[in-house]
């Protein structure tokens, strides 16, 4: 598990890119990120919103397949899960009384780049001289998604 990264992973970069395109400003590494319940991992100062990109797994997506428990060790497994899942309602808690909106985008969702630009232009207000770009299809990191995101390693340019 010390292998698994926990910033700077390819669906947190897809969505950057995605929110980047849309027109979105936001910060990633800023100070608003370390000292926000949860730490966010993308934090939209001016609009006063957060976005979660959580996995699947880790996170227990409800009815989602990837969502899966591992067999053995069990004991292990349903504890740690349901603590995810509990801090991850907690915070989501106090951002909300801090008044910030909260944004989770699941992992398996960005497989389908429009509707989750559609979800975010709905849910996030924005400037009307934005529109959802044509050249979404043609973006790196969609074609990174096609392939269901390859390898989970880390970008060497990401690295910090």
């Known amino acids: 598990m010390s292998r698994v990264p926990s910033k700077h992973t390819k669906p947190e ?3 950057r890119s995605l929110l980047h395109s849309l027109g979105y400003r936001f910060t990633v590494n800023g100070p608003k990120n370390k000292c926000l319940p949860g730490r966010p991992d993308i934090v939209l100062p001016k609009h006063r919103a957060v976005i979660f ?3 699947c797994f880790w996170h227990r997506h409800p009815g989602c397949k990837t969502a899966t428990t591992p ?3 069990q004991s292990y497994w349903q504890p ?3 603590r995810n899942v509990e801090r991850d309602s907690r915070n989501a808690e106090d951002l909300e009384s801090l008044d910030w909106q909260v944004i989770v985008i699941w992992e398996c969702e960005l497989k389908n780049l429009e509707a989750v630009a559609a979800r975010l232009i709905t849910e996030l207000p924005r400037a009307s001289r934005y529109e959802l770009p044509d050249e979404l299809e043609d973006t790196a990191l969609v074609s990174e998604n096609r392939k269901r995101y390859g390898s989970l390693e880390r970008d060497p340019e990401c690295i910090p």
Do not use: I, S
Request: net charge positive.
């Open 80 to 82: 740690k899960f349901a």
């Open 13 to 15: 970069r897809l969505a």
């Open 71 to 73: 067999k053995t060790n």
């Open 53 to 55: 990109v959580h996995g």
